[in-house]
């Protein structure tokens, strides 16, 4: 769980790095701070969002930056979490295993249909496509 003192210093060690190269225009365009939330998941076992813990990480985004949180691995959390998190400044949800899991099933489906509908031979060019 990335704690508050973690978000200061990260912050202005990135500040600092966008200012030695003076890239103050780039800097302004930052809108999130990646974070774990502590809502780390397993083959078996999913921790949910715990709003008490994560009380002095919300409180330590800077009130001077116009910036949130991206929160790391929200993979099956509940609604009513990912609605607190929202609420407690993590407004970025980043899902990663489920999702591409997910994408992957749904791409090897859609192959796999494509196999049976087509028989193995290959899709003709439409000719109404080929004249343009």
């Known amino acids: 769980m990335t704690t508050s003192d973690h978000v200061q210093h ?7 790095a966008f200012a030695e ?27 949910p969002y715990d709003r008490g813990k994560n009380r002095p990480l919300s409180a330590a985004l800077p009130k001077e930056l116009p910036i949130v ?12 979490a990912l609605s607190a998190m929202v609420e407690d400044h993590f407004a970025i949800l980043k899902v990663g295993p489920w999702l591409t899991f997910a994408f992957r099933e749904a791409i090897f ?24």
């Open 21 to 47: 190269r003076e890239l103050f225009a780039a800097w302004e365009r930052v809108i999130a701070l990646v974070v774990q939330p502590g809502v780390e998941f397993g083959d078996d076992v999913v921790f």
């Open 69 to 80: 949180y991206e929160a790391h691995s929200t993979d099956y959390q509940s609604t009513q």
């Open 109 to 132: 489906a859609l192959s796999a249909m494509e196999r049976e509908l087509l028989d193995g031979t290959r899709p003709s060019v439409c000719r109404r496509c080929a004249k343009h």
């Open 10 to 16: 990260t912050l202005e060690t990135f500040r600092s």
